[in-house]
Structures are given as structure tokens and as C-alpha cells.
């Protein structure tokens, strides 16, 4: 803003001195100022650059596979693994928010003035000293040419105010000032966005829960339940996955509450917490079918090879078994301490099934709980049995994974978003000019007057020279 | 999708015959001296032009038209082929895609400020950057150029308005750093000195000056928007507003740098040279934004 408009806006410098009202002024000044905004903008943005090229919240092996130990110590004392929760960068946002809020309190106490103050009594020389200012000898009387330029003004949208004086006419005529107010409403919602992220992480929850069908599970933070009815996935022509849906049910008390079917982008809200369909997977713990091939261990051969369903009992008369597949681990591990079998992860490294098998036939009869290995097959030996079990494939049961939040300040946050974009829409295509004149008649017996006008415009210098040059024109030859 | 590949093609060479003729109407230009001398606006407008620079003028504004108009078309043949292939039809569904809709908008923009403004050579900047996308989206491998339906995650009608919004945002940019570089070359030229025949041609560094700084002021609006939609999607696909994914801090980077620019424009100093720089290292951000994300960084936004 060039010297003028600050005259224009009613601000004073800070007096010198070292009493309270100094150091207050002093600091009001400092926080309010614009480049204190343009150097917390610029350095915001380089942090937030640093945290896209250094990846975040990962394991410590991939930051020294990366970058090395050294760096990764160095990242650890910065902050730079998880530099957007850093007291650092967040305090910047405050900072960024105590500025805004300031500029606020600052500024538009004389904004809101000027809307509803008297600017006609202006003298001819500040007209003269405008930067777009012009003097016309324009035919007609004062009234009559006064009256012309207010109708014109008006038709166009500005807000005028007349002085009908005997010497002289004074008008003045002012338009957008909605632009100005538009820039404060931005600068106010900035605080409103980030109160409303400050709710949501100290009050709001986000976990992910990985859920199979037919389970049903509690939901400690709302006190209810939640059945999965149905699992699927539709598939395009080409074969890549369409959409993955999952049929839920709210149960309260045992009664059924809701039910929809949730799928990416558009989620189940109940109580206030959202359940979207985030992703699916593989069971590490269940398998739908296992195929199992029967070989004939002194030949090697395959006799029959039998699709096993979960926990379902399989008769093979001809080789006089009975087979139930019981259990499934993706990554085989076993717990010597408990002699407990687990998965060791949820990766499919090292998959194993549990057979439940009896055998009777005229050279055997036994019973036996192996596990059978899909990437091991003659590990496992089963004695006295005439078979050899091995696994050559499986359908894994698939789990559908939900994320569930709870987000309170985010209403806080949709008002904030769309305060910003009010305003700065607001300030970007609309902008404030004001506009001077002194209609003053001419000599007794003369037919013209002389009207001197002049105008200043926050921003768009370009569209307002155009403006002013093209009421220059009418101003010419408004009748009287 | 053949019919739709030929028309970006033809759309690409209607640009490159576009940025050619501007290029030439540039140095053909003759205003007539008595009115450049006397610092007359019309001087850069087509007012200041005679005879072989009226006719590659008008050319170049006709051909741009017709690029634009081939553009449109094949953006409506894309969206028509994938309502029949996969049941969504925004045109903007992967980085070729995008790329083509940026290029149509930088047009567009141009045309509507060369029919406001009348000061043709801004065309040898802006329509320039408008074929280079065009360009660059027509390098892409072929297989970033087909329309595979969409993942389920893009698959809502968020896609419609949350990524058509921030992609008008960044032609806007594209527009200011165009501008941007044409303030560079002018001021250039002034400073070699009156021999300078661009001086002549060219606007007046105010006038480059505030046409760029209208177009930040109606991408800056745009792209809040753009981030403000962005984060609503998220919220209903991924379960929050904000994930700081590389893509979401990229945009809202490339939102500070610009904010940045607004309130640099209100300090002394900053007009002119400093924010015609500004300009163009604001829109290689984009750049980086639109494009490097996607190939560079990976993350949930990844959608090449």
C-alpha cells in the first residue's frame, strides 16, 4: 500500500516512548505486518517441503537404508520424521494465526469506519493530487450535471454522496468495498481452520480395524456393535477390481440400529463416528478352500487331490480317510515357550495348514494332526500312514479393512474452509475504488461547468484506468 | 479411444501452428512509431498494427480459436468414451487427461484475455505454455494415455469438481508465469536501450505487471477452493481432511507460496521485477505439484 491509502485508512504510527501504549502499539505493529506474514508463509512452506521429501512416520530401517545412521540420528533430533506434529512447525501455524488475528484487529476497525463515514468533505487540491485525476468543462448546470453523474454512478453499482453547496458541488462515490472485507474474513478463518484441527487431534480418534464376515465387534468408544454382514469385490471386464463393498449392521443392546452397505467413498456414520472402507486383504488366520493333493508315499504319485473347506470334515472312501482342514497360519512361527502356533506376520511368507486326519485302511489305522507347508512340501512325515499330504493351493479368507474416526472439530473446519474461500474470492474479484468530484459552474453567463474528478483504487490499477477514462467520456457529455 | 487420441493429436499441432504464428506476429509487428513514441496504450494493442501484422494477427486469434474449439472435442469424445467403457466420464481422470484439460483452460484464457484486452502479443507467451503442455501430454508412453477405468478410490463424483477446480487453478499459474516471462523480456529489452524494437512491440511493464497479477488473483481463489474440496473428498474416502500426503503439502505449498505473492504486492518493492520472477518460480512449483508428485514422490495421490 503506497502512502496515501495508509493516510486514507486512519492508521498512525506509534509514538516513541517506553510505557505500556508504546510497547503495545510496538508490538501490534510487528504482528501485524505483512511481512511477518510473507516470512511465515515462505518458511511454513519449506518445512512442509522438507516433510514430502524425507518420507514420514516410517521404521527406523528405512531411514538408515536410505540415508544412513548418522542422517537418521540427525532426523530424529530435528523432528524430520514426523516434522508436521514438530512444537516447531506448530507453532508457526500459531504464529501465523496470532498474525492474522492481529492484522484483523488492526485494519478493519477502519474499514468498517469507512463504510459508514462521510468522505465528501474533501478539498480541491486532494482531488488534484489523485493519482487519476482529470478536469473537464462539461455543458449544463451544476444541478443538472451533478444529478447526471449521480444517476450514472448509481446505474453502475456505487454507493455516491452529494454536498450541494452554493460555490460548488462535492460528490463522492464509492464501490467493492466488499473486497477489502473479504480479504479480513480470510484472515479470520485461517484461526477458525486451525482451532478446528486442534479439536479434531486432542478430542478425535482414528484407528483401523481389520474385520472378517459374519464377525461381529465391539466398539468400545461408542458403546456399540458392529456386524459384518458381507464381504465382497466387483471386478471391471479387464479384470481390475472395481469396487470392494462391505453390508454393516449397527447393533445397540442386541436390537438392530442401521445398516448400509459401505464402500470407498461413502462410509457409515453412527453416533458421530465414521466407518469407511478403507482397504481389504488376505486372512492371516483363516483360509475359504485348500486344495490338498493325496500322494501315495511309497510311489510319490498323486491319488486324489480334494478341495477342503474350513473346519469341514472330507471323506475319502477310496484311500479310507477322513480329512477336516482345522487351521491356517500365512507365516509360520511357532511359540516353544507356550508351544503355541502363530503367524509370524500378516504377510503370506511361509503358509501352513493343520490337518485333522484318520486313516483306516487294511494296512493302516491311525489318527494325526499335521501341519502341511505350502513352500515345504516333504517336511512333514507322517508315520505309519500310507499318504503323503501336500498343499498346492489355497482361497485365503479375506478381511475387510475399515477405518474408523471421530473428528469433532470438523464442522469447525468445513466453516473456516469455506469463510477462506468466501473471502478470497471476495478479495480477488472485487476490488474497492472511490471516486471525488467538485461540479463547480462557470462564470455568470457561461453554459458550462467545470468538473473535477478524481479516483484511487486499492488494487487493479488496469481495469480502473480503463474505467476512469471511459467515465472521463461520459462525464463529457451527460446532459443536464 | 482412437477418435479421442486423434483429436489431443490434432489439438497439438493447432497449437504448435498457434504459438508459431504469435511468435511471428511478434516480430512482423510495425506499431506506428508516432504512436509508440507517444506511449500510447494502443500502441501494444492491435490499434498500433498495419498490413502483413493485421493479417498473421487475425490468423494466429483464428487458429488458437479452432485449437481450443478441437480441444473441447476431444475432451467430450475422452468423457463420452469412458461413460461407454466404465460408467464415469470426467476427462480428467489421469495425467494425460489432466494435462490436455490444463492446456484447454490455459487457452481458454488466453483467448478471453486477447478478446478483452486486445494485446496479441501476450499470445507468443501464454499460447506457448498452453502448446507445451499439449506437448508434454502427447510424450507420454501410451499406456498413461489410455482411459483405464477408474480405481475405486476415484471412483466418486468428488473427481468432478475437486480435480476440474484445482486444474483451472494451475492454468491460471501458467498463465501469471507466462506473463511472468514476458515482463523478464520486455524489461530486458529496456534495458538494452531505445534500439530495442521489442520495446515498441511489446506493453508497457505495468500493464504485463498487473495482467499477471490478475491471473494469481484468479488462480489463488481457485486453488483454495481446489485444496478445500480436495480435503472434503478425503474425508469421505480415506477417513480425515488432512494426511499431509505429498500431494495434499505440495498444493497447499504451492497455496503459500502464492499467498505469499498476494501480501509481497502490497509491500513496496515487490511490483515489477521481483514479482514477475516470483511468478515463474510459483509456476515451476506447480509443475512440480501437478507432475513431479506423481512421479517423484510416492504416497496415496500417486495417480499417473
Redesign the interface.
Known amino acids: 500500500m503506497n502512502g496515501k491509502s495508509e493516510a486514507l485508512n486512519g492508521r498512525t504510527a506509534p509514538k516513541p516512548g517506553i510505557g505500556w501504549n508504546e510497547i503495545k502499539a510496538e508490538l501490534i505493529e510487528f504482528f501485524a505486518s505483512i511481512k511477518l506474514a510473507m516470512f511465515l508463509f515462505l518458511i511454513i512452506a519449506v518445512m512442509a517441503t522438507i516433510g514430502t521429501v524425507i518420507q514420514q512416520n516410517e521404521r527406523a530401517d528405512v531411514y538408515i537404508k536410505e540415508y544412513g545412521e548418522e542422517a537418521y540420528r540427525w532426523f530424529l533430533r530435528l523432528g524430520w520424521t514426523d516434522i508436521y506434529h514438530t512444537w516447531y512447525f506448530t507453532s508457526l501455524l500459531a504464529l501465523l494465526c496470532i498474525n492474522s488475528l492481529t492484522c484483523f484487529y488492526q485494519r478493519f476497525p477502519a474499514i468498517w469506519r469507512s463504510m459508514h463515514q462521510d468522505k465528501v468533505s474533501v478539498t480541491l487540491p486532494f482531488i488534484k493530487n489523485l493519482k487519476h485525476t482529470t478536469e473537464l468543462s462539461v455543458a449544463g448546470t451544476k444541478e443538472g450535471v451533478s444529478k447526471g453523474i449521480v444517476q450514472y454512478l448509481a446505474e453502475r453499482g456505487y454507493m455516491v454522496l452529494a454536498k450541494n453547496e452554493p460555490g460548488e458541488a462535492t460528490l463522492y462515490a464509492t464501490k467493492g468495498i466488499m473486497g477489502r472485507v473479504g480479504a479480513h474474513m480470510a484472515h479470520l478463518s485461517a484461526t477458525v481452520i486451525v482451532t478446528g484441527g486442534l479439536i479434531g487431534s486432542l478430542w478425535g480418534f482414528q484407528e483401523f480395524g481389520v474385520c472378517l464376515e459374519g464377525q461381529t465387534y465391539h466398539i468400545p468408544k461408542g458403546s456399540f456393535d458392529l456386524r459384518i454382514d458381507k464381504f465382497w469385490i466387483d471386478y471391471y471386464e479387464n479384470g481390475a477390481v472395481k469396487s470392494y463393498n462391505s453390508t454393516l449392521t449397527v447393533l445397540e443392546k442386541g436390537q438392530e440400529k442401521m445398516n448400509k452397505t459401505i464402500t470407498v467413498n461413502d462410509p457409515l456414520v453412527y453416533k458421530g463416528i465414521w466407518f469407511y472402507q478403507s482397504s481389504y486383504g488376505d486372512a492371516w488366520d483363516q483360509v475359504d478352500v485348500a486344495r490338498v493333493n493325496v500322494k501315495d508315499k511309497a510311489t510319490d504319485k498323486i491319488l486324489q487331490t480334494v478341495d477342503l473347506q474350513w473346519k469341514k470334515e472330507a471323506t475319502l472312501d477310496k484311500l479310507g480317510l477322513t480329512v477336516t482342514l482345522t487351521d491356517f497360519v500365512a507365516d509360520f512361527g511357532f511359540n516353544s515357550a507356550e508351544k503355541k502356533v502363530y503367524s509370524k506376520s500378516v504377510e503370506h511368507e511361509n503358509p501352513a495348514i493343520k490337518l485333522a486326519m484318520a486313516e483306516r485302511t487294511r494296512k493302516s489305522a491311525l489318527e494325526a494332526t499335521p501341519w502341511i507347508f505350502y513352500h515345504y512340501p516333504d517336511l512333514f512325515d507322517i508315520p505309519g500312514s500310507q499318504y503323503r499330504f501336500e498343499l498346492v493351493g489355497y482361497q485365503p479368507r479375506k478381511f475387510t479393512g475399515l477405518q474408523i474416526t471421530k473428528d469433532p472439530g470438523v464442522n469447525i473446519v468445513w466453516t473456516g474452509s469455506t469463510m477462506i474461500v468466501v473471502g478470497i474470492a471476495l478479495s480477488s474479484f472485487i476490488y474497492h475504488r472511490r471516486l471525488w468530484f467538485k461540479v463547480v459552474p462557470g462564470k455568470p453567463g457561461e453554459s458550462t461547468v467545470t468538473v473535477h474528478l478524481g479516483g484511487s483504487t486499492h488494487k487493479n490499477q488496469i481495469d480502473f484506468n480503463k474505467e476512469f477514462r471511459k467515465l472521463t467520456e461520459k462525464i463529457k457529455t451527460i446532459n443536464a | 479411444m482412437l477418435r479421442s487420441l486423434f483429436l489431443f493429436d490434432m489439438t497439438f499441432w493447432l497449437y504448435l501452428a498457434a504459438f508459431s504464428l504469435y511468435v511471428a506476429y511478434v516480430f512482423v509487428r510495425k506499431p506506428a512509431m508516432q504512436l509508440a513514441a507517444a506511449g500510447h496504450p494502443g500502441s501494444y494493442t492491435t490499434e498500433g498494427d498495419t498490413g502483413l501484422a493485421t493479417q498473421i494477427g487475425q490468423v494466429a486469434t483464428i487458429i488458437t480459436v479452432f485449437g481450443w474449439m478441437m480441444n473441447t472435442a476431444a475432451l467430450f469424445t475422452r468423457a463420452f468414451e469412458r461413460m461407454q467403457h ?1 460408467g464415469t466420464f470426467a476427462p480428467w481422470s489421469n495425467q494425460f487427461e489432466a494435462m490436455s484439460y490444463v492446456s484447454w483452460a490455459i487457452i481458454l484464457g488466453y483467448v478471453l484475455l486477447e478478446f478483452r484486452y486486445r494485446i496479441k502479443t501476450i499470445g507468443a507467451f501464454v499460447v506457448g505454455i498452453g502448446f507445451i503442455a499439449m506437448g508434454a501430454a502427447s510424450l507420454l508412453p501410451y499406456r498413461y494415455q489410455t482411459a ?2 477408474l ?3 476415484l ?2 463424483y ?1 473427481i468432478y469438481i475437486h480435480v476440474s477446480v484445482t486444474l483451472t487453478s494451475y492454468a491460471a499459474f501458467a498463465m501469471a508465469g507466462g506473463l511472468g516471462l514476458m515482463y523478464l523480456v520486455r524489461e530486458r529489452a529496456e534495458r538494452q536501450g531505445q534500439q530495442s524494437r521489442l520495446l515498441a512491440v511489446l506493453p508497457d511493464l ?2 504485463i505487471d ?2 499477471g ?2 491471473a494469481i ?2 488462480g ?2 481457485m486453488l ?2 481446489g485444496i ?1 474440496l480436495g ?3 478425503a ?8 494426511s ?1 500426503d ?1 500431494k495434499e ?2 498444493s ?2 504451492v497455496w ?2 502464492y ?2 505473492y498476494i ?6 518493492g515487490w511490483e515489477g521485477r521481483r514479482a514477475a520472477i516470483y511468478a515463474v518460480f510459483g509456476f515451476l512449483m506447480v509443475i512440480f505439484c501437478f507432475w513431479g ?1 506423481n512421479f517423484l ?2 504416497g496415496l495421490h500417486a495417480y499417473a
Open positions: 466404465s483405464e477405468p480405481v475405486p478410490a471412483n466418486s468428488w505495468e500493464t498487473e495482467l497479477y490478475k488473483m484468479v489463488f481463489p483454495a477452493f478445500i480435503a472434503m473428498w474425508n469421505y474416502a480415506w477417513g480425515g481432511y488432512w499431509w505429498p503439502t505440495w497447499l505449498i503459500l507460496i499467498g505469499a501480501h509481497a504486492r502490497m509491500t513496496r508428485v514422490l510416492s
